[in-house]
């Protein structure tokens, strides 16, 4: 049920092609694989590049974030001292202008002027 070629000698242009197109398929076919690998290669590269693109924001931002913490507890606590200073000299003023009136109260009455203006 078979066919056997009694011509089995092959001319020699013909081995020729059939090795030349055998290595030409060889070639594409390492080719390919080298250009899938090499495109792997850089997708992986570019991953990496932009995890490493968003770590650096990340600590960024931390930073930044940090930094703004720090300056709005440094300027929370100015206000405060503010707020107390200003509070201190109104209690010192309230004190001198009771001492004022306590003495105005307390005054001799003698000569043209209070003897604590004087």
Do not use: C
Request: no cysteine; charged share 50%; proline share 2%.
């Amino acid at each position: 049920m078979y066919y056997h070629w009694i011509d089995t000698e092959k001319p020699a242009w013909a081995v020729t092609e059939i090795r030349e197109r055998s290595r030409r398929a060889w070639n594409s076919l390492f080719a390919e694989e080298r250009r899938e690998k090499a495109e792997a290669e850089e997708k992986a590269e570019q991953e990496r590049e932009l995890k490493e693109y968003y770590a650096e924001q990340h600590r960024f931002f931390e930073e930044m974030g940090k930094k703004n913490r720090e300056e709005a507890r440094r300027m929370e606590e100015q206000e405060r001292q503010r707020k107390e200073a200003r509070e201190a000299e109104r209690q010192r003023k309230k004190e001198r202008a009771r001492q004022a009136k306590a003495t105005e109260e307390a005054g001799d009455g003698k000569g043209k002027y209070p003897r604590w203006t004087q």
